[in-house]
Each structure stands twice: as C-alpha cells, then as structure tokens.
C-alpha cells in the first residue's frame, strides 16, 4: 500500500497569509493526487486533482505542484473561510489512501 | 445538482451487522464509480470500499476485507454497505462518494453528509 505523509499536521496562521502543506508518498505516484478540504461536522470537499488541476468552483488562491513522490499545496492569501483540515490522497495504487490530514487554525 | 443522501447509521452491538444504503440524484448514477470512506471521531478520513459504475470492479480497505460488502442498485440509483462483525473500532461517520470516473480510480468529487454509525454494547 502507498503511505501518504504530510506536514506539518497542524499550522496557524493569519488571514492574508501564504499557506503551504506539503504531501509525500512512499513512492511514485505519477501525479495521481488529491487535495480536499474539511470543515468541522461536513464532508471533505475536493480542491484539486491530478496534482494541479483545480476543480471548477475553487477559488484561485488554491494551487496544487508537485511530481512522483513530493507534492503541495498552497493558499496564496488565506481567507477567513480557509480554516479547514486539509487532506491529498493518492489513486495510482489500490487501495486509495490519504495523508493524516493538516489542520489550519487562526494564529 | 449532485446529491448523495446517506441513511442506515446508528448503534449496533459488537458482532452485529447493519446496511448503510446511499440514495445518488442529479447526474447519471449509472455511469460512475461508487465509494464509501470513513471517518472515526476526531480521526482523519479512511477509504473502505469501492465499485465502478457497472458492478465489475470491487475493492476493499484491508480493515474490512471479508467483513463489508458493497453493491449498488443502478434501477434504484442506490449505493449499499452491508458491514457485518462488526466491531467498535468500526465506529465511525460513514460518507459515500461520487467519483468522476466510472471506474476503480479514485477522484471524489461530490460526497453525503455522513451517517454515523456507532459500535457499542
């Protein structure tokens, strides 16, 4: 199975920020990678795919880079809306996995 | 739009089972992938099991290899789980997933809202 890691698994920050989670897997995934985001009590919700491709509806502050086994992603200017956990998630392999998750809370 | 309505959650006994059912509408649920992930109280999300739109590929997380069972009802636009022995590390917000390809690959763009499900005696 592919281990995803990120980090750091949590970070605090302030409105207008630039925000950076990094995700690494146990081996090359072929940007085959996620990115979702969480809010407390509701279901994730995708933010990117294929490593940098943004999902229609996303705001623009959200990219995704990144190839084989290192990938991130970044909040060019955090919003107040951003506070979430973060989470990638490979689907190279089966099974599919995701990262711990990062929490992103107000410094 | 896409709506994905879960129902089946609540508690049930150590060694019992219990089916989750998963009712899809606004798009063509016939046509795409099918998946549910998991996630333990103040833990991080967990995949447990997928099938492609027509039934033919099936996977399992190793946690509940031999114990869960998915299946779908294209006529009914229905995702199911039938989790039996279950046990209390199976407690859990249980979510389906759309995924945007008919097959096993894994990219979930609409998800429920969840249905807990809670192993306790």
């Known amino acids: 199975d592919v281990q995803m890691t990120q980090s750091p698994s949590s970070l605090s920050a302030s409105v207008g920020d630039r925000v950076t989670i990094t995700c690494q897997a146990s081996q090359n995934i072929y940007n085959y990678l996620n990115w979702y985001q969480q809010k407390p009590g509701k279901a994730p919700k995708l933010l990117i795919y294929?490593?940098?491709h943004l999902e229609p509806g996303v705001p623009s502050r959200f990219s995704g880079s990144g190839s084989a086994t290192e990938y991130s992603l970044t909040i060019s200017s955090l919003q107040p809306e951003d506070f979430a956990t973060y989470y990638c998630?490979?689907?190279?392999?089966?099974?599919?996995?995701f990262g711990q998750g990062t929490k992103v809370d107000v410094k | 739009q896409v709506q994905l309505v879960e129902s089946g959650g609540g508690v049930v006994q150590p060694g019992k089972s219990v089916r989750l059912s998963c009712a899809g509408s606004?798009?063509?649920?016939?046509?795409?992938?099918m998946h549910w992930v998991r996630q333990a109280p103040g833990k991080g999300l967990e995949w447990v099991a997928l099938?492609?739109?027509?039934?033919?590929?099936?996977y399992y997380g190793d946690s509940v290899k031999g114990r869960f069972t998915i299946s779908r009802d294209n006529y009914k636009n229905t995702l199911y789980l039938q989790m039996s022995g279950l046990r209390t590390e199976d407690t859990a917000v249980y979510y389906c997933?759309?995924?945007?390809?008919?097959?096993?690959?894994?990219?979930?763009?609409?998800w429920g809202q969840g249905t807990l499900v809670i192993v306790s005696s």
């Open positions: 998630q490979q689907y190279d392999v089966l099974p599919p996995s």
């Open positions: 606004g798009f063509l649920f016939p046509s795409y992938g």
């Open positions: 997933a759309k995924s945007v390809f008919g097959n096993h690959k894994t990219v979930l763009d609409s």
């Open positions: 294929d490593a940098s």
């Open positions: 099938m492609s739109y027509d039934g033919t590929k099936i």
